[in-house]
């Protein structure tokens, strides 16, 4: 079962108990998240089954959207409304322009300060798990790309919006610095995960939901190829004399390629550039190969052999 889920994550769950209670459903011990998603927040948490593990860490590193509800007036020490208060103004007087503004100003590539309470490590432990023992520890900021932000409604203190980010964003953080630009301060107050590259809020499935289907008999219907990740890269079907190569994950060459359709995306990452999604000739997928020598020569990238 080398497949992928995309769960809806509920709220007060960490990413590892979702993991805990797919192995417990599906009695598998090969079983993994995409990215950490906060206790506090719910939404988009595809889970990867078997061999299909091996496409964690791409899925991980593609963009996210969120729905968002920013708190204005409050500051924490988590940067949301779960942690203890360090500051609070309950006499909002700020203009609807200000606030556009101040959204503005966190477009494009910005740095940006994890949280002290967060899963980022530092010499090897958790940023959380020292602030618990009180220890001070420097934070480097990073670079990250707010891609798109749209403010859906504004009702002080509260601030509904939808943003689409780069892997590595924190939203806790996007809010409290907005907060910190107009000056009173701001917590998140609740954060739904709507996207993680083609897998969206619309196609997730409840624990509850899979426990159900499982007990039917009908899990497959809600399980992704692990090829879908790979959507965007151009399909190689292989002639039936050189299924060996692939089967045994060796490289190949042009002469060996019985069909080729797609064409790798310009824009896309460095992988999806160079790289193709390669099938036997029976059309069933075995693996990631990378272009060599002006598309003559195939080289094996990322095998997912049955």
Do not use: W
């Not at 609807?96 to 967060?118: C, D, H, L, T, W």
């Not at 990740?229 to 299924?243: G, H, L, Y």
């Not at 999806?272 to 272009?291: A, H, I, K, T």
């Amino acid at each position: 079962m080398n497949k992928i889920i995309n769960i809806l994550k509920p709220t007060g769950m960490t990413s590892h108990d979702v993991v805990s209670c797919v192995r417990r459903t599906l009695n598998m011990k090969k079983v993994g998240h995409t990215g950490t998603l906060d206790p506090d927040a719910a939404g988009v948490l595809p889970i990867c089954l078997g061999r299909a593990t091996k496409v964690s860490e791409l899925i991980l590193n593609k963009d996210k959207s969120y729905i968002c509800e920013l708190t204005l007036g409050i500051e924490t020490d988590t940067y949301d409304s779960s942690g203890t208060i360090l500051y609070r103004n309950d006499d909002l007087n700020i203009e609807e322009s200000k606030i556009r503004e101040a959204f503005k100003s966190q477009e494009g590539e910005i740095n940006q300060m994890p949280p002290v309470y967060s899963a980022l490590k530092v010499n090897g432990k958790k940023l959380y798990e020292l602030a618990r023992e009180g220890k001070e520890v420097e934070r480097q900021a990073r670079r990250v790309r707010i891609l798109d932000m749209e403010i859906h409604e504004i009702r002080l203190p509260e601030v509904t919006f939808t943003v689409t980010c780069s892997s590595g964003t924190y939203i806790r953080t996007l809010c409290q610095d907005i907060g910190e630009k107009l000056g009173c301060g701001g917590c998140m107050k609740s954060l739904l995960r709507t996207k993680v590259d083609r897998f969206e809020l619309t196609d997730s499935h409840k624990l509850s939901e899979l426990e159900t289907m499982m007990h039917e008999g009908r899990i497959e219907e809600v399980l992704l190829p692990v090829d879908d990740v790979f959507a965007v890269c151009p399909a190689v079907r292989i002639r039936q004399e050189s299924d060996r190569l692939i089967q045994n994950g060796n490289p190949f060459g042009k002469e060996d390629i019985a069909e080729t359709t797609g064409e790798c995306p310009p824009e896309g990452t460095e992988l999806e550039r160079n790289c193709v999604r390669v099938y036997n000739s029976e059309g069933n997928f075995r693996g990631l190969y990378r272009r060599e020598q002006g598309g003559r020569r195939y080289k094996p990238e990322k095998m997912f052999l049955s």
